[in-house]
């Protein structure tokens, strides 16, 4: 899954990614015009694996990831082309569900592109430009339809999904809230409609904010989170730059010191996943304990490919064991006494943490 990180630039959207990915892209302090999204990976901490490397201690650990794309920064009027709008419109097309940054913090020797913090007015800016950009191809797909000469069934079930969506993005609402059907939605699908995307709210602050619990607009942000239904999270960059740096001794004292009970990037990377309907299911073993991404609802057959298409081919069935089961037992063979070591068929739904071994033949 491609996660996109938007905002306006300044706000701190490539200081994210580079803590997320661990990657050290160059940040500025001033609109730097950038043409090109970055990609990177990020690691999606988690105490599960943590604790199966401990018990197995294998030859390789691997965590689950997702893809981020730094998007080029937004202004107003990128929907027209703007600024590095038409880069930031094809880049962020590819992503399925964007992040955005919105800034809380003040800090005169980091130009603010609109001269002065205001929160909601950068949210607002932010989608009023996506809902814009959809807007443009609705309009423009519906003037082909209706001037065609050769109107097929197909094309008038479009035309009308196309008009549903016109009315709800002059009404200043994105597509994802209406209440399509599938069938209305499979007419949508070709034009990866940016207001589509599910999107999460990060609101940076700073070192001050952070510990007084207060930032400009903080009610009228959580009431628009609410009324959107757009999560939304704060965390303070400044901070997570300096934990980052430190030894992870060090790291601990300081979180303790601080009172943080978990670095904010870790939590963004999780509640990212989390949100946007990802879950883990594990395997272990000396060779490897390892956390495999897949969507919540997938089944043990489906999820079997996601390992190797042969053990989804040859699937006979899984051997799966609950992670909280194994922790307060200790091992699978006191699970397997308990009699909470099942076999499952292809049809089963792997839940968030089950561990699993696949019998297959091929």
């Known amino acids: 899954m ?38 990177g990976t990020a690691k999606i901490p988690d105490d599960r694996i943590d604790f199966l490397s401990a018990i197995y201690k ?18 107003r009027g990128s929907s ?10 094809e880049a962020a097309r590819k992503v399925d569900a964007l992040v955005q940054i919105v800034r809380a913090f003040d800090n005169e020797n980091v130009v603010h592109v609109e001269g002065e913090v205001n929160p909601l007015r950068d949210i607002d800016t932010i989608n009023a430009e996506l809902l814009l ?69 990060v609101i940076n602050i700073d070192e001050e904010q952070l510990a007084g619990g207060e930032y400009p607009q903080k009610e009228e942000l959580y009431r628009y ?14 901070v997570e730059v300096e934990i980052d740096r430190l030894e ?38 000396e060779d490897e304990v390892k956390a495999w991404t897949i969507k919540k609802g997938t089944t043990a057959h489906k999820a079997a490919g996601k390992i190797h298409s ?23 063979q006191k699970a397997k006494e308990k009699g909470l070591y099942r076999l499952e068929g292809k049809e089963y739904i792997v839940q968030d943490g089950d561990i699993i071994n696949f019998r297959f033949n091929v």
């Open 2 to 39: 491609k996660i996109g990180l938007t905002g306006l630039p300044t706000v701190g959207k490539t200081t994210f990614f580079n803590l997320l990915t661990h990657l050290d892209l160059e940040t500025s302090t001033f609109s730097s015009g950038k043409t090109e999204a970055h990609i």
């Open 58 to 75: 294998p030859k390789k650990t691997t965590y689950a990831t997702l893809e981020l794309i730094d998007l080029p920064g937004l202004v």
């Open 80 to 89: 027209a082309g703007m600024g590095m709008g038409n880069q930031f419109l």
């Open 133 to 201: 950009a959809d807007l443009g191809i609705i309009e423009t797909r519906i003037e082909r339809i209706e001037v065609s000469k050769k109107i097929n069934s197909i094309m008038r079930e479009e035309l009308e999904v196309l008009k549903k969506c016109r009315d709800a993005l002059e009404e200043e609402l994105p597509i994802y809230s209406l209440d399509l059907t599938d069938q209305e939605k499979e007419h949508l699908k070709t034009f990866n409609f940016l207001s589509v995307k599910p999107m999460l709210l």
């Open 225 to 238: 989170s609410r009324e959107k239904c757009m999560p939304i999270m704060e965390i303070c960059a400044q």
């Open 248 to 285: 992870e001794e060090d790291k601990k004292l300081f979180m303790e010191e601080t009172g943080i009970g978990e670095p904010g990037i870790d939590r963004l990377a999780k509640t990212i996943y989390q949100y946007f309907g990802l879950i883990s299911f594990l395997t272990a073993g």
């Open 310 to 332: 042969d053990i989804e081919r040859g699937f006979i069935r899984a051997e799966v064991v609950k992670y909280t089961d194994l922790k307060e037992l200790g091992s699978t």
